[in-house]
């Protein structure tokens, strides 16, 4: 299976501890997973979080982020509230950005990521999904 996870400009830095995740877990082997990040689509680190959904959705990328919050109307969290369907994609959200740096539960994020690729259809239309979960 093959995807397209955009990172969201609060994971930048950590992309090499989600690639070892799915590493350490073999995910790596079975699935096919292109790490992309906003400038890889010419978006400036603060793309309003609205548009950002909105790329995600127009393009059928998964979107992995720390963002949490919901201050405003242009919010990632308002974006998902106003305009998510039962087809839209999910917003993955890592709970806690920094525990990426230990083994086991960057094990986990992948494990959990894993999951969500491999059932896709099924995160369809939920909003966002918190990982570890």
Request: glycine residues 6%; aromatic residues 6%; negative net charge.
């Amino acid at each position: 299976m093959e995807i397209t996870i955009l990172l969201d400009h609060n994971l930048d830095g950590h992309l090499v501890f989600l690639e070892a995740g799915l590493k350490e877990t073999g995910w790596d082997q079975i699935l096919s997973i292109e790490f992309r990040l906003l400038r890889d689509y010419g978006l400036p680190s603060n793309c309003p979080d609205h548009e950002l959904w909105r790329l995600a959705q127009e393009q059928q990328l998964l979107l992995l982020t720390h963002n949490r919050n919901r201050a405003g109307e242009t919010s990632l969290q308002a974006a998902i509230e106003r305009e998510n369907g039962p087809d839209s994609m999910p917003v993955v959200t890592i709970s806690d950005k920094e525990a990426l740096l230990h083994s086991d539960y960057r094990c986990r994020v992948a494990e959990n990521l894993a999951q969500i690729i491999v059932d896709l259809h099924n995160y369809r239309g939920v909003g966002r999904v918190f990982v570890p979960f």
